[in-house]
């Protein structure tokens, strides 16, 4: 086996393309496909390069009969710590189950006030006999046990998390073989990703729909009714952008992709964030005044539409938790 065969090997093997091998050379992609064509030869600055590279020896590099690849013991001087194929695999692993969990978790907080909707306005109809001092006595111990069930499920993940803390804090490296997997597993669940987000915002966007029904009634319970079926439908959109979004990241994150690029100061994340953040609360309270205007105009019932601001001060809490949950860590 020749050279250009042993970089071709070596470079599928790690799950590259000749771009992405190209970048971390130094080199153009020209240079990459002739040597792999064998048109050329590395000089010995790179031949060194591509050993440590890869991790082989330089022997199995030069030398034609050397068959089976002779794996150098990649002693390094960094004090980074250095992220093994086997705790790649158990840290995606374990952002897969929290993904879940995180998106139970935010889902529970979404629809921790329904109870005590519901029986205050129960409370309110003639039809249903309960006592205002009943349904807050019923209603707000229910959100509370909602509400620490969600927590206790944020602190659960946090636990699960810390063995993989470092990859959060501090930078590190990654060893042979663990980019390559993880490249592979990211382009496999990238169209998962895309749908899931689709999907996040379609239902997100038709989520206030039964409230706009209920604007249109006279009963104060249904309408009520309606409302809490607004927040269990912007909660299932909210938990396919946490499933997807998670388990995404935490693929950029080994990569060293995104937001996570060493190169990206911490300021300058900051910077991002904040900016999508102000573009994001701007968006969502236009088109929430806009909403309100129009049903108030459209129904003549100001005194009933003031309802669409508690309501969507919440789903704003929601959707602000999500996006830092997501997006920023």
Not at 4 to 18: M, V, Y
Not at 26 to 53: F, M
Request: proline share 4%.
């Amino acid at each position: 086996m020749i050279l250009a065969e042993k970089i071709i090997k070596l470079r599928k093997k790690n799950g590259w393309s000749q771009e992405e091998l190209a970048e971390k050379l130094n080199v153009s992609r020209q240079a990459v496909s002739k040597w792999e064509g064998a048109q050329t030869v590395p000089d010995i600055g790179k031949i060194l390069q591509l050993s440590e590279l890869f991790g082989v020896s330089t022997d199995y590099l030069l030398k034609d009969e050397m068959e089976a690849e002779e794996f150098t013991e990649q002693v390094s001087d960094s004090p980074l710590p250095r992220v093994t194929l086997e705790q790649a695999n158990a840290y995606l692993a374990q952002r897969k189950k929290a993904s879940v969990q995180i998106a139970l978790a935010t889902f529970l907080c979404i629809l921790s006030p329904i109870p005590l909707l519901i029986l205050s306005a129960a409370s309110e109809s003639p039809a249903i006999k309960i006592s205002e001092s009943a349904a807050a006595a019923i209603g707000v111990p229910l959100l509370l046990v909602i509400v620490t069930i969600a927590v206790a499920l944020f602190i659960f993940c946090g636990f699960q998390n810390a063995p993989f803390t470092f990859l959060e804090k501090e930078p590190f490296e990654a060893e042979y073989g663990v980019t390559g997997m993880v490249s592979e597993r990211k382009a496999a669940y990238f169209p998962t990703y895309v749908k899931g987000n689709i999907i996040g915002t379609c239902i997100c966007i038709l989520s206030p729909i039964p409230l706009l029904v209920g604007a249109f009634l006279e009963n104060v319970f249904l309408l009520i009714c309606l409302l809490c079926v607004t927040m269990f439908i912007a909660g299932i959109g909210a938990s396919c952008f946490i499933v997807v979004g998670v388990r995404y990241t935490s693929m950029q994150k080994l990569l060293k992709e995104g937001e996570f690029q060493p190169e990206q100061t911490e300021n300058s994340k900051q910077e991002e964030c904040s900016k999508q953040e102000e573009a994001l609360s701007s968006v969502y309270w236009l088109l929430t005044t806009a909403l309100y205007l129009t049903v108030s105009f459209l129904t003549g019932r100001w005194g009933q539409t003031w309802i669409i601001w508690p309501i969507a001060a919440v789903l704003y809490a929601a959707i602000l938790s999500v996006y830092h949950l997501v997006f920023k860590k």
